[in-house]
């Protein structure tokens, strides 16, 4: 069982009280972009063992949109964030390097 | 016009607590932001009690303000009031970006009162209801078993919930079981 802290409601919620929203940080192609961009937009996801970035919706509650850096392996939760933001912020990642030494994700690390 | 009633008409039940459900409440859902000046003279100009802080409901009788989300509160006022303090509220709102609108025939109210209060809310909802964990004028939005609900606690320990009205019925006897007699856990 997950249990994600919500940066809007202070809350430290369960896993049944949230819907998980995919993976975060996709950078959007529109109208103006190539054919393989707007695919790779549409379909190619990350798939880690490991360090991953995700979208989870507190949906059974104050109802905001937020992410989280956790390991898919051991669920650990490195950390939750705000959605208004392109990419990870540094504590986060600077909390995953103490754990995860030497970690990458797509273009971040 | 026909006459208003609530979703169950008053239903009450005694198990190892008190479940009643409460007759009308006027609600209105306030949306936008909670620093500004126009929603702040809104919310408080209609109930009288300050701005609540996060998670926190402050009501006194049939009035009240409680903290939704970062966006939004739940103004409580007298059932008949409720379209004059609209009036007044759009007034105080002037030309501020925020939304309120009178949500009260759309939802259904229940107290859960006595010793065991605490037990029955925390069979049903992942929710820390051990008495650090939860106080008096504490706010939670949360899910009682499989639909969504709010719920605060009163001074004197009792429970509050507010949910749809279309699941008044599933909530009652959710709420009816949970306080089963002889079912206590006696877990705080």
């Known amino acids: 069982m997950l249990i994600l802290h919500c940066p809007y409601c202070g809350v430290d919620a369960e896993e049944t009280e949230l819907h998980a929203g995919g993976e975060a940080h996709v950078k959007r192609f529109g109208p103006g972009s190539d054919d393989d961009q707007f695919h790779d937009y549409l379909f190619m996801r990350e798939n880690p063992k490991g360090v991953h970035f995700e979208r989870w919706q507190h949906a059974n509650g104050c109802g905001k949109w937020f992410h989280v850096a956790r390991c898919t392996a051991t669920l650990e939760v490195f950390g939750t964030y705000p959605a208004q933001t392109t990419e990870p912020p540094q504590e986060i990642r600077d909390a995953i390097t103490a754990k995860r030494p030497g970690w990458t994700w797509r273009e971040f690390s | ?188």
């Open chain 2, 1 to 188: 016009m026909s006459e208003p009633i609530s979703a169950l008409n008053g239903a009450r039940i005694e198990g190892i607590a008190v479940i009643e459900e409460l007759g009308l409440q006027g609600m209105i859902t306030l949306r936008g932001d909670h620093s500004d000046k126009g929603l702040v003279k809104a919310a408080t100009g209609a109930t009288g009690q300050k701005m609540p802080g996060q998670r926190q409901a402050l009501v006194e009788g049939e009035s009240g303000l409680c903290w939704m989300s970062p966006d939004e509160l739940l103004v409580l006022v007298p059932y008949t009031e409720v379209d004059a303090k609209l009036v007044e509220m759009q007034k105080a709102l002037g030309s501020s970006h925020a939304r309120a609108v009178n949500v009260s025939d759309a939802r259904a109210v229940f107290r859960v009162s006595g010793p065991n209060a605490r037990e029955v809310l925390a069979k049903m909802a992942p929710v820390d209801l051990s008495p650090e964990g939860f106080k008096p004028g504490d706010f939670r939005r949360t899910r009682l078993a499989q639909v969504a609900a709010a719920f605060w606690m009163e001074e004197d320990g009792a429970f509050r919930i507010v949910c749809f009205r279309s699941v008044a019925g599933y909530v009652f006897n959710l709420l009816q079981i949970a306080a089963q007699p002889g079912s206590d856990v006696g877990a705080f």
